[in-house]
């Protein structure tokens, strides 16, 4: 298979048990792939290494610093950002070719559909499109500190296929996720001067779990789905108590 101008842009640490199979959907038409690792402790750098990866070991600055790094060191016209649980399908892979020979947008947004608890999601969590392909001259950067996101200068569409997201081992670590997230966002939604109310604490989660399991069609997922939006309900309380309790205890704005 021909190489496409594409770079893949990848972080990682500990990743051997995902890893191989995300570059496995790209390493036959990618004609560069670099990996930033943190110093992992298990064989991600040997496995990526197997695959023609550039692997560069650098101590961890953080998601956003960490993307960014391995952004700066791609080269080729296209990029391709990927989390090392992140896979290719095939009609994703199929849409490449052509979205790289266009000449009317610099960035495409991919659909990521979860693989959860060992079946694909259809609904829950669904859409969760992500602008993860960008031009190299359209300045690409991460932006943000909870959730990265990707930001260019030009005009951006959607790609046909998608991204299937394999995010968690088990129930244990998607809520261990879920717990870590909801903290880091409250302390977010703190330094910006965000407050919570008895309203938000009760109102928010409930209609969080409505919008998954009733109005995205979560129910369809059956358990799956049931889980998936519960998650969303654990998230957006933990959320609004971690800012209170922030509040209560008198940490300082900044």
């Given at each position: 298979m021909a190489k496409l101008p594409l770079s893949v842009a990848i972080i990682s640490y500990?990743?051997?048990?995902?890893?191989?199979?995300?570059?496995?959907?790209?390493?036959?038409?990618?004609?560069?792939?670099?990996?930033?690792?943190?110093?992992?402790?298990?064989?991600t750098r040997e496995i990526a290494s197997e695959f023609g990866a550039e692997v560069f070991e650098e101590d961890w600055k953080g998601f956003m610093e960490q993307k960014n790094s391995a952004l700066s060191k791609c080269t080729q016209e296209w990029i391709l950002c990927l989390?090392?649980?992140?896979?290719?399908?095939?009609?994703?892979?199929?849409?490449?070719?052509?979205?790289?020979?266009?000449t009317k947008f610099v960035g495409f947004r991919i659909n990521r559909?979860?693989?959860?608890?060992?079946?694909?999601?259809?609904?829950?969590?669904?859409?969760?499109?992500?602008?993860?392909?960008?031009?190299?001259?359209?300045?690409?950067?991460?932006?943000?500190?909870?959730h990265e996101s990707l930001s260019i200068t030009g005009n951006i569409s959607d790609i046909k296929g998608e991204l299937l997201h394999y995010s968690y081992r088990d129930i244990r670590h998607h809520f261990e996720k879920t717990v870590y997230y909801a903290y880091h966002t409250s302390l977010s939604y703190h330094d910006r001067g965000k407050k919570p109310s008895i309203g938000k604490l009760i109102l928010n989660?409930?209609?969080?779990?409505?919008?998954?399991?009733?109005?995205?069609?979560?129910?369809?997922?059956?358990?799956?789905?049931?889980?998936?939006?519960?998650?969303?309900?654990?998230?957006?309380?933990?959320?609004?108590?971690?800012?209170?309790e922030m509040r209560r205890n008198g940490k300082k704005d900044k």
């Amino acid at each position: 298979m021909a190489k496409l101008p594409l770079s893949v842009a990848i972080i990682s640490y500990n990743e051997e048990v995902n890893i191989r199979r995300t570059l496995e959907s790209i390493a036959p038409f990618a004609a560069e792939i670099i990996l930033v690792d943190s110093h992992s402790t298990d064989r991600t750098r040997e496995i990526a290494s197997e695959f023609g990866a550039e692997v560069f070991e650098e101590d961890w600055k953080g998601f956003m610093e960490q993307k960014n790094s391995a952004l700066s060191k791609c080269t080729q016209e296209w990029i391709l950002c990927l989390d090392c649980d992140e896979v290719l399908t095939e009609d994703l892979q199929s849409s490449l070719s052509s979205s790289l020979t266009q000449t009317k947008f610099v960035g495409f947004r991919i659909n990521r559909r979860t693989v959860y608890l060992g079946k694909i999601l259809h609904h829950a969590w669904q859409p969760d499109k992500k602008l993860r392909l960008v031009r190299r001259d359209a300045k690409p950067i991460w932006n943000n500190t909870v959730h990265e996101s990707l930001s260019i200068t030009g005009n951006i569409s959607d790609i046909k296929g998608e991204l299937l997201h394999y995010s968690y081992r088990d129930i244990r670590h998607h809520f261990e996720k879920t717990v870590y997230y909801a903290y880091h966002t409250s302390l977010s939604y703190h330094d910006r001067g965000k407050k919570p109310s008895i309203g938000k604490l009760i109102l928010n989660p409930i209609y969080s779990f409505i919008r998954n399991y009733i109005f995205q069609h979560g129910f369809l997922d059956g358990i799956h789905g049931f889980i998936a939006a519960m998650s969303a309900f654990v998230y957006v309380f933990l959320k609004y108590a971690f800012l209170w309790e922030m509040r209560r205890n008198g940490k300082k704005d900044k």
